[in-house]
């Protein structure tokens, strides 16, 4: 089949045509990166008005290059949730208004589950499996005990991954997003400024942030007391380290006492190249098998969520035209039947 996927949730219009569930025949994104830079975050009216203006564009340019008509398309699959409310609302009306005009069937998809389900684009996943996600706005391990059913045993408490990343970023003066620039500072860093990690409860699996973004704002503010040369390449060392540090050691656990058969990575962050060298080393050394995403598959796109609705296709689960946003969408709930 051929679904039509759109993705509007925070910051990218996104539409792609994806075959089968794996398939990418056109991925399309007209990121608003630019716009949002100037205020140093994401803006959610601006983003919203923004979706309106490229939304069709978009639409077109991905049928164009994927070389169909509305007429190939076997359903519309769209982002209902988690994301900002005004701008899904773009994303879903449009997905609506073609799903009715054209009588197809509408599906309304998770953005987390889109998140997981890009590593499927690349690979074929064996279950049960474990998925750590690492977003703008979570950070989850999930446990997938097979396809399309996800139950998640750890969170962050406090900041997801990718807003520690843009939050210390910001107090280094860096555009947003500044995940990527904390990346490149800390691998190309010579000295390492020693940060804490937050280890939580011994059988826990949830994640905390806030208290290590805290320690690099202090550092930040001690040295500008006392005058002194902040070397940020150290500083961002030492928090990439203490994240990653974290970050693997608990989705390797996880994989070990959940007996899953493979370790999935998954949203922004996993463009993190600390994080994809330390995961990568890690697993080969335990035999575990890993999926990473390619970069371009990593931040959001539609094509993810081609590849999760796919799953809903499958099952014959469609959604009500009445279907609406929903900025806080379970995603155990969205698990397949
Ligand atoms: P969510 O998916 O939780 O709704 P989102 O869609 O805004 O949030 P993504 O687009 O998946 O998040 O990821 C964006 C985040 O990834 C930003 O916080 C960005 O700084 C971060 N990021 C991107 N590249 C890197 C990198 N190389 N290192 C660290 N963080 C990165
Ligand atoms: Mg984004
Ligand atoms: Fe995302």
Known sequence: ELLLAIETSCDETAVSVVRGGREIVSNVIASQIQTHEQFGGVVPEIASRKHVESITLVMEQALSEAGVTFRDL???????????????????????????ALELPLIATHHIAGHIYANRLVHEIEYPSVALVVSGGHTELVELEREGSFRIIGQTRDDAVGEAYDKVARALQFPYPGGPHID??????????????????????????????????AVINQTRMKGGELDKGALARGFQTSVIHVLVEKAIRAVRELGAKQLLLCGGVAANKGLRAALTARCQAEGISLLVPPLSLCTDNAAMIGAAAHLKWKSGEFTSLEMKAEPGLSLEEWSVR
């Open 184 to 217: 490149r500072l800390a691998m190309e860093a010579l000295g390492e400024i020693e940060l804490p990690r937050a280890w939580l409860e011994p059988d826990s699996y949830d994640f905390s942030f806030s208290g290590l973004k805290s320690a690099v704002l």
């Open 74 to 100: 076997s359903a519309i699959a769209v982002t209902q949730g988690p994301g900002l409310v005004g701008a899904l609302l773009v994303g879903i009306v449009a997905a609506k208004s073609l799903a009715m």
